[in-house]
């Protein structure tokens, strides 16, 4: 017996040893050849170019119940997070009714007439033990001695009622709730025509905006209308205000209209008849700036005076053209006068100009034409010298006077553009009134009263738009005496520089050069006296002149 339990046991040893031998060899073999591959590719959780993400499709309940997993906060570092609770939200949205159904089933639910069929009134006092039959909002009970009431009706929403009108005070919460909810709710409409632009309307309760929209046709003519939201959920559409349209007249159609057919005679030429076009000769046009400065000191310690000055240019002008008689003319008249006051000082002059500007023309060939000028020049009112005391009159109306006539050749490279040379010229200054007035200031002899030079003149006009809004307009004048001085030129050069601001207003610049070797000035020295000549005659040479005014002005052009 003994010995058949030794074999028993020695069988089952030698068995358990072959078993883990055995098994230890597979277990062995087994792990070589799992790493002898990518655990992680064959996991799939490594994707290579043969393997790809898969698309993720979820129906809308299984998204649902997905974000209500994720939603647990055993899931978050922080259940208070905003994407949690956004996450919250969009749960909430999507597993209930729209506002809109939840907003009419609100409206419509009968708070105030719950019919409370079983009242119990617990902890009341001992002469009140039930009511019953009774709406919510008639409930008379003392509010010292009621504690709750309970119903046994079975569609009774709440627990207990502990309050007293608790049904109504529930049906205005939820009204002020929804009224905020309809007043924050907003909604983005858009608008579009003809075309790819989009126009957008922020439409809500409480509009506060007009918007402007261009309504085109296929034809891109559009007319504007403004786009509003007076009240929720209604869009006003208004037409541009002084927008007209002008409708086709009624048409009528005549059934029994008859139209009688000639065929023309195609043996004969037809008779042709001219048209006679009334050409335009004249044109006429004007131009006005005026020129406004004004300055005022009231205790003012840096020192200073008021002033005010004022500026008028006014021009007119006449251009003439006649193509069948190849004739042209081109005239001009301008006056230009402004007035100083400076502080206790009476007003004074400090521009003034009054001058006519012709040329008639012929064509001779090409650009350039057998011409004849006429210029001439004065002044409107008296003109001081307020550098002596008392101030000495030195011009008025006609003294000095100048008129420069000559025959020439006008040559014309551009429009805008006129070269004028005149070798046969005469200039005549003359100042009649000689007692008050020294006329030697103007190259006029003591005992004479005008200066007449023949000799040649040379006249460049020229407007340059350098932008659409600058204009620049340059007059020269040259002309030299053939039998005294000829080489001394005299010159009159005149700039005027504008740019437009809008259409009334323009900044001005203008500038006035005058060289005349016959008016001579007196000379002074450093102290601001007078140079004596040997024989006690004051000193006196021809200098330039120089006049600029520049301001804002008011421009008016018709």
Not at 85 to 92: D, K, M, W
Not at 156 to 165: M, R
Not at 309 to 329: E, G, Q
Not at 456 to 465: P, Q, R
Request: aromatic share 12%; glycine share 4%.
């Amino acid at each position: 017996m003994s010995i058949r339990i030794l074999k028993s046991c020695l069988t089952i040893i030698f068995t358990t040893i072959y078993i883990s031998v055995f098994s230890q060899v597979n277990i062995k073999d087994t792990i070589k050849i799992k790493t002898a591959s990518d655990t992680l590719n064959k996991g799939s959780i490594v994707f290579t170019d043969n393997r790809k993400q898969p698309q993720i499709v979820l129906t809308k309940d299984q998204s649902l119940r997905y974000l209500q997993q994720r939603f647990h906060p055993q899931l978050w570092t922080d259940a208070a997070n905003p994407l949690r609770q956004a996450f919250g939200r969009l749960i909430y949205e999507s597993a209930h009714p729209p506002f809109d159904s939840l907003k009419n089933f609100l409206l419509k639910y009968p708070y105030d007439s719950l019919n409370l069929k079983l009242l119990k009134v617990i902890n009341l006092s001992d002469s009140v033990r039930s009511v019953s039959n009774l709406n919510d909002t008639t409930i008379m009970v003392p509010n010292d001695s009621l504690d709750k009431l309970e119903s046994t009706y079975s569609r009774y929403p709440f627990k207990n009622q502990n309050q007293i009108f608790q049904g109504d005070s529930i049906k205005s919460a939820v009204t002020s709730l929804l009224k905020y909810l309809d007043d924050r709710d907003s909604t983005i409409v858009s608008f579009t025509g003809v075309g790819n632009t989009f126009t957008h309307i922020m439409m809500n309760s409480k509009p506060d905006k007009v918007i402007r929209y261009w309504l085109k046709n296929e034809f891109s003519d559009s007319v504007t209308i403004w786009i509003a939201n007076p009240s929720r959920n209604t869009i006003a559409l208004y037409l541009e205000q002084g927008v007209n349209f002008r409708r086709p007249v009624q048409q009528h159609n005549y059934s029994k209209a008859k139209i009688d057919l000639q065929l023309p005679d195609n043996s004969k030429l037809l008779s042709l008849q001219n048209i006679f076009i009334r050409p335009q000769y004249w044109k006429f046009r004007k131009e006005t700036s005026f020129i406004l400065s004004q300055a005022a000191l009231s205790n003012w310690v840096q020192g200073g005076e008021n002033s005010i000055s004022t500026s008028l240019d006014a021009t007119c002008y006449a251009d003439y053209n006649n193509v069948a008689l190849k004739l042209s003319s081109n005239n001009f008249i301008r006056l230009n006068l402004g007035f100083l006051k400076t502080g206790g000082i009476p007003l004074r002059k400090n521009v003034d100009l009054l001058e006519t500007n012709s040329k008639f023309n012929h064509k001779a060939f090409g650009k350039v034409d057998f011409s004849a000028i006429m210029l001439f020049k004065t002044q409107v009112a008296p003109g001081y010298d307020y550098s002596s005391e008392p101030s000495v009159l030195v011009s008025k109306f006609m003294n000095p006077a100048v008129l420069t006539i000559g025959f020439g050749l006008d040559y014309k490279p551009y429009k805008s553009t006129s070269l004028n040379f005149s070798p046969v010229s005469f200039k005549a200054t003359w100042v009649t009134d000689t007692a008050h007035i020294d006329q030697t200031k103007y190259g006029i002899a003591k005992n004479r009263k005008s200066l007449i030079e023949p000799g040649a003149s040379f006249m460049i006009t020229n407007e340059l738009k350098p932008l659409k809004t600058v204009s620049i307009i340059n007059r020269l004048q040259l002309f030299t005496n053939y039998i005294h001085n000829p080489q001394n030129v005299d010159v009159d050069w005149e700039m005027i520089t504008s740019a437009s601001l809008n259409w009334f207003t323009e900044v001005r610049l203008d500038t006035h050069l005058i060289f005349d070797d016959d008016t001579k000035t007196s000379e002074l020295d450093k102290n601001k006296n007078p140079i004596l000549l040997p024989d006690g005659k004051v000193k006196k040479t021809a200098r330039a002149q120089f006049k600029e005014v520049f301001g804002i002005s008011f421009v008016f052009r018709f």
